[in-house]
T-cell receptor
Framework: GAGVSQTPSNKVTEKGKYVELRCDPI?????LYWYRQSLGQGPEFLIY????????DSGLPNDRFFAVRPEGSVSTLKIQRTERGDSAVYLC??????????????FGEGSRLTVL | GDSVTQMEGPVTLSEEAFLTINCTYT??????LFWYVQYPGEGLQLLLK?????DKGSNKGFEATYRKETTSFHLEKGSVQVSDSAVYFC???????????FGKGTHLIIQP
C-alpha cells in the first residue's frame, strides 16, 4: 500500500498477557517512530528508529515495552505483562528524514489496544 | 521539559466563519513548530510547519506564524468549510530531540 500500515487495528487482551503490534512503513522510509495516544491526550513519543537501530528509546515508559526493526523496514512493538493503563491507541509513523525537523512524518491509523 | 498547550474543544463554527485555534509552547532552545490534522477515520497528517521565529507556515488556506516573543503558534483560517471538520494538534520538536511533543488536540466541528 501507499501509506503506513498498522496491524491489528484493534486488539483486546487481558491483564498480564503479551501483545505485539506491527507497523509496515512507507517503502524506502528509513526513519520509523512509535507514539502512544491515550484517551483525550495528544500522541506521546515512545521510540525512534533510523534504519535497524533504535536511535532514541527515551519515551518507552518501562522495561515491559520493547520494539524491534530487524531489517530496517517492518517494526514490531512488544508489550509484556500488559496492564490496564497500557490501553491506548499506538501510532506508527515513518519518514525519509533524520528526525521530525528534516522529514515529514506520515502516520498510520493506529492500533487500538484495550487491556481488560 | 517541553510542553504544548492548545485550546480545549470542541470548537463549533458555521461554514465561512473565521477560525483561530490557540497554541502556546514551552521549550528550551529553538524548537520547530507544527500543526497536524486528523480527519475522521484517517491517520495524522502534517498541515503546516515553521522552523524559526517569524516564519509563517501555510497550507490549504490555513496559516500559523511562529511568535517567539509570545511563544505562540496560533492556527488561523479566513473561511472554514465543512470539510475542515477534524481534530487539530499543535506540536513541537526541540533542538536535539527526536520525538514530537503534542498538545491534547482541538476538535473542530463546522456546521453547514
Amino acid at each position: 500500500g501507499a501509506g503506513v500500515s498498522q496491524t491489528p487495528s484493534n486488539k483486546v487482551t487481558e491483564k498480564g498477557k503479551y501483545v505485539e503490534l506491527r507497523c509496515d512503513p512507507i517503502s524506502g522510509h528509513t526513519a520509523l517512530y512509535w507514539y502512544r495516544q491515550s484517551l483525550g491526550q495528544g500522541p506521546e513519543f515512545l521510540i525512534y528508529f533510523q534504519g535497524t537501530g533504535a536511535a532514541d528509546d527515551s519515551g518507552l515508559p518501562n522495561d515491559r515495552f520493547f520494539a524491534v526493526r530487524p531489517e530496517g523496514s517492518v517494526s514490531t512493538l512488544k508489550i509484556q505483562r500488559t496492564e490496564r493503563g497500557d490501553s491506548a491507541v499506538y501510532l506508527c509513523a515513518s519518514s525519509m528524514g533524520h528526525g521530525p525537523k528534516t522529514g515529514e512524518l506520515f502516520f498510520g491509523e493506529g492500533s487500538r489496544l484495550t487491556v481488560l | 521539559g517541553d510542553s504544548v498547550t492548545q485550546m480545549e474543544g470542541p470548537v463549533t463554527l458555521s461554514e465561512e466563519a473565521f477560525l483561530t485555534i490557540n497554541c502556546t509552547y514551552t521549550a528550551t532552545g529553538y524548537p520547530s513548530l507544527f500543526w497536524y490534522v486528523q480527519y475522521p477515520g484517517e491517520g495524522l497528517q502534517l498541515l503546516l510547519k515553521a522552523t524559526k521565529a517569524d516564519d509563517k507556515g501555510s497550507n490549504k488556506g490555513f496559516e500559523a506564524t511562529y511568535r517567539k516573543e509570545t511563544t505562540s503558534f496560533h492556527l488561523e483560517k479566513g473561511s472554514v468549510q465543512v470539510s475542515d471538520s477534524a481534530v487539530y494538534f499543535c506540536a513541537l520538536v526541540g533542538g536535539g530531540a527526536d520525538g514530537l511533543t503534542f498538545g491534547k488536540g482541538t476538535h473542530l466541528i463546522i456546521q453547514p
